[in-house]
């Protein structure tokens, strides 16, 4: 079955600086990884996703992802934390006909 | 993108009556729908897939005949909570896909409820 690690819960940036939020993943198959935003009591918004074809991927608002399958990585990163930027981001991952599987969650503060 | 309305986004209901929540894909048809419910400051568990047509297959530990899911056209699912309980408020999240096994689906808004 497969799983996703997103390391640090919480993640405090202050604005302009880099965002870095980790995720790995576990899968036997080879997967489908996805990041997603949440902004408080609203549904998920898609970032990005890796479906096997450019292992660096380009997502909305700036961010982008790179899918290293030799460290099982799929990390979220943005060059410069924008205010508007401050929400919950959950990293997926779908390998096969089974489910998407999402992590814990990490939730992005930035500091003015 | 694809867009999934789901209503309505919050109720307030009293313990021990039902409450249903819609989930409509607007410009795609949904053939699989997934049901989600997410505590506070947790991830999202899913709850059931239905696939159009088709009864809901539910997720270890989910009560299938407390949360009723109904999937009767390509379009709408619905999710009703029966007998509500104080235990049950929680946020709840759909999201519908093409296909049996869709690779992305797509996100309703969320329904937050709250069983007083």
Known sequence: AQSVTQLGSHVSVSEGALVLLRCNYSSSVPPYLFWYVQYPNQGLQLLLKYTSAATLVKGINGFEAEFKKSETSFHLTKPSAHMSDAAEYFCAVKAGNTPLVFGKGTRLSVIA | ?116
């Not at chain 2, 896909?97 to 007083?116: K, M």
């Open chain 2, 1 to 116: 993108g694809a867009v999934v309305s789901q209503h309505p986004s919050w109720v307030i209901c009293k313990s021990g009556t039902s409450v249903k929540i819609e989930c409509r894909s607007l410009d795609f048809q949904a053939t699989t729908m997934f049901w989600y419910r997410q505590f506070p400051k947790q991830s999202l568990m899913l709850m059931a897939t239905s696939n159009e047509g088709s009864k809901a297959t539910y997720e270890q530990g989910v009560e299938k005949d407390k949360f009723l899911i109904n999937h009767a056209s390509l379009t709408l699912s619905t999710l009703t909570v029966t007998s509500a309980h104080p235990e049950d408020s929680s946020f709840y999240i759909c999201s519908g896909g093409q296909g049996a096994q869709p690779t992305e689906a797509f996100f309703g808004q969320g329904t937050r409820l709250t069983v007083v």
